[in-house]
């Protein structure tokens, strides 16, 4: 999959929360949540489209996503490890060592560790 751009990634949330969609209707959604215009609206829906992240169907071009948020999260986060942690998801997961967690938050990481193991 080929990287995501903020721009791509805020349209695919649009996507995500109400599809199927038009894409009239996303251009009016992220002229609300984004401020953008028409054009650069159908631009993003194109290139996403290109990268096959999102789907058109006809008629009235209705978008649908291909990838589902959790996919595009794990291959986002994959990326992030590798480049900034250089692979290790240890290293990755010490920068928030010092991070204060609710206990809440201390019990579902536990319990997603013991899952792994």
């Given amino acids: ?6 721009a791509e990634l805020r349209l ?3 996507v995500w929360e109400r599809e199927p969609i038009s894409a ?3 251009s009016i959604a992220a002229a609300a949540l984004c401020d953008w215009n028409k054009n650069t609206t159908y631009t993003v829906i194109k290139r996403l489209i290109e990268k096959g ?3 058109r169907e006809e008629p009235g071009f209705i978008c649908h996503s291909v990838l589902k948020r959790d ?11 590798e480049r900034l942690f250089g692979g290790s998801k240890q290293a990755f997961f010490a920068a928030f ?3 204060a ?4 938050e201390v019990a579902a990481l536990r319990a997603l560790i013991e899952r792994a193991e």
């Fill in 24 to 26: 009239k209707d996303i």
């Fill in 97 to 99: 060592a010092d991070e």
């Fill in 12 to 14: 695919m949330e649009i």
């Fill in 1 to 6: 999959m080929d990287k995501l751009y903020d």
């Fill in 71 to 81: 996919e595009i999260q794990r291959a986002e986060t994959k990326t992030l490890i």
């Fill in 53 to 55: 992240v999102l789907r």
């Fill in 101 to 104: 967690l609710s206990a809440g």
